[in-house]
T-cell receptor, first 116, second 113 residues
């Protein structure tokens, strides 16, 4: 069984469109994340959700909006797509360790977004 | 702010060669340090970690020692295999919560038979 899954795996779309990427984790984790990996493999955190509350937003344009319908899902919605949004987007999750922190982050397989 | 610097790739080695991937960091306080590996077409997986100075993380024949005096966390393996071909990321967390990882730029390793 896949621990952290993302759909779709590939997404090709035109500039100006609105799209969503879905993420689900079946690990029972409390915190979920979205990362962006650019063409040079540089990885940067975008959002983090803990128990359905946003706890990190790393200066991401407000065209990007995470939506968490429940603890097991964290979807990423992107409005008015731009060429620079082309990247691989990774979802991840982790379990709180009871000491105010969290344990190892488990990553999904990634969604390759191409904006034409 | 926090930052991680990795040696630039790509790195190409023959099977059974010795591997070193350098990683140095800048951070406030005493961060936890991590190595993640990304196999082709997959997400990142934690390879090893160290949470305090002089700790050695190890897994699958890979090792890295947390060196506070040189702010380094170099990844080593004595004998690489073709299956080790992947992108390796060094990362740190200085928040103490492990929810805010800062990654290096990644190093592509290719091992030839």
């Amino acid at each position: 069984d896949t621990a952290v899954s993302q759909t779709p795996k590939y997404l090709v779309t035109q500039m100006g469109n609105d799209k969503s990427i879905k993420c689900e984790q079946n690990l029972g984790h409390d915190t979920m994340y979205w990362y962006k990996q650019d063409s040079k493999k540089f990885l940067k955190i975008m959002f983090s959700y803990n128990n359905k509350e946003l706890i990190i937003n790393e200066t991401v344009p407000n065209r990007f909006s995470p939506k968490s319908p429940d603890k097991a899902h964290l979807n990423l919605h992107i409005n008015s797509l731009e060429l620079g949004d082309s990247a691989v987007y990774f979802c991840a999750s982790s379990q709180d360790n009871g000491g105010g922190g969290t344990d190892t982050q488990y990553f999904g397989p990634g969604t390759r977004l191409t904006v034409l | 702010g926090d930052s991680v610097t990795q040696m630039e790739g790509p790195v190409t080695l023959s099977e059974e060669a010795f591997l070193t991937i350098n990683c140095t960091y800048t951070a406030t306080g005493y961060p936890s340090l991590f190595w993640y590996v990304q196999y082709p077409g997959e997400g990142l997986q934690l390879l090893l970690k160290a949470t305090k100075a002089d700790d050695k993380g190890s897994n699958k024949g890979f090792e890295a020692t947390y060196r506070k005096e040189t702010t380094s966390f170099h990844l080593e393996k004595g004998s690489v295999q073709v299956s080790d071909s992947a992108v390796y990321f060094c990362a740190l967390d200085s928040s103490g919560s492990a929810r805010q990882l800062t990654f290096g730029s990644g190093t592509q390793l290719t091992v030839l038979p």
